[in-house]
């Protein structure tokens, strides 16, 4: 079992900074893939940032490509975004998720936290 939760989220104006952390509860948390996803308002939820399971690969969805870091630390059992360059578009409630594979697919995660919501305003 691992439980997930997120914080970090708030309001910030276009071209602001933000930084997400998602703390995970459980001694497996450096066997699980970890991701970022998030849905804005009257849209799906869409896969925004990824990390394998020792931290040294990454994946980002086109969107943010350039704008937000990912990353972990296995010893605190926690993942962080880094969202820089914020735009309106941005806004939506981040999940963190975690999964036994790495990868974009929501399907294949099967931890996910309660999201922390993120306004950006123009």
């Known amino acids: 079992q691992l439980q997930l939760v997120e914080s970090g989220g708030g309001l910030v104006q276009a071209g602001g900074s933000l930084t997400l952390s998602c703390k995970a509860s459980?001694?497996?948390?450096?066997?699980?893939?970890m991701g970022w996803f998030r849905q804005a308002p009257g849209k799906e939820r869409e896969f925004v940032a990824g990390?394998?399971?020792?931290?040294?690969?990454?994946t980002y969805g086109d969107s943010v490509k350039g704008r937000f870091t990912i990353s972990r630390d296995n010893i605190q059992n926690m993942v962080s975004l880094q969202m820089n360059i914020l735009e309106p578009e941005d806004t939506a409630v981040y999940y963190c998720?975690?999964?036994?594979?790495?990868?974009?697919?929501?399907?294949?995660?099967?931890?996910w936290g309660q999201g922390t919501r993120v306004t950006v305003s123009s």
């Open positions: 459980g001694r497996t948390f450096s066997t699980y893939a």
């Open positions: 998720a975690a999964s036994p594979i790495f990868s974009v697919l929501q399907r294949r995660y099967n931890y």
């Open positions: 990390v394998t399971r020792s931290g040294d690969g990454t």
